[in-house]
């Protein structure tokens, strides 16, 4: 199956910064989904895009369907503790099913 | 709190057993899902069920059968399983099978011994 890459691979920051992170296809997708999982549970839908140049916000976050379709962008502002965990893309383009990228790991040091 | 529902947490089991792992959900979705999950990889698609039916088999070794009694609740069946299959086993649903956001459950922890 097709595999999305998500850059950075991990990332370490100190509580209050700023996060980027990127999920690129070698394909065009029409719908990108934004996954949070903690250890020990089940991925967490925190956002889904369904329009190329979509920004969409929910709470701190904010996520953006890239305008070539084949990548999206999800921002953290002010990060907390509870931030940490493993982020994942995750995007469609059939309809059949979804397509996860790697994840990106993410540290908030107090 | 997520709103699909997984049973057990945890499951060890022999190589020779025969066990069953359950999804539940009350959202009145038609479209529901089992995953497999190693550490710190993505999640992999192993099956589709829509309305009820089977939609998609991701060439599953047939030691893994599922089931869909009805539209709530989505079972897998576990017989003669490999140390390789040790993994952590995610259901999910959707309002439809198609571009509808998946909702995940907390998943099924399994070790085969």
């Known amino acids: 199956g097709q595999q999305l890459n998500q850059s950075p691979q991990s990332m370490f920051i100190q509580e209050g910064e700023d996060v980027s992170m990127n999920c690129t296809s070698s394909?065009?997708?029409?719908?990108w989904l934004w996954y949070k999982q903690d250890p020990g549970e089940g991925p967490v839908l925190l956002i889904a895009?369904?329009?190329?140049?979509e920004l969409t916000s929910n709470g701190r976050l904010t996520a953006q369907f890239g305008i070539t379709r084949k990548d999206s962008f999800l921002n953290i502002s002010a990060s907390i503790p509870s931030d940490v965990g493993i982020y994942f893309c995750?995007?469609?383009?059939?309809?059949?099913?979804?397509?996860f990228g790697t994840g990106t790991s993410l540290t908030v040091i107090p | 709190d997520t709103e699909v529902t997984q049973t057990p947490k945890h499951l060890v089991m022999g190589m020779t057993n025969k066990k069953s792992l359950k999804c539940e959900q009350h959202?009145?979705?038609?479209?529901m899902y089992w995953y497999k999950q190693k550490a710190k990889k993505p999640p992999e698609l192993m099956f589709v069920?829509?309305?009820?039916?089977?939609?998609i088999n991701e060439s599953v070794p047939s030691r893994f059968s599922p089931e869909c009694p009805n539209s709530s609740l989505l079972n897998l069946h576990l017989h003669a399983l490999q140390p390789e299959d040790s993994a952590l086993y995610l259901c999910?649903?959707?309002?439809?099978?198609?571009?509808?956001?998946?909702?995940f459950g907390d998943g099924t922890r399994l070790s085969i011994l």
């Open positions: 999910a649903s959707s309002q439809r099978w198609g571009n509808q956001p998946q909702h």
């Open positions: 394909s065009i997708f029409n719908t």
């Open positions: 895009l369904y329009k190329a140049g």
């Open positions: 995750a995007g469609s383009n059939t309809g059949n099913q979804f397509y």
């Open positions: 959202m009145g979705h038609r479209a």
């Open positions: 069920y829509s309305y009820e039916k089977l939609s």
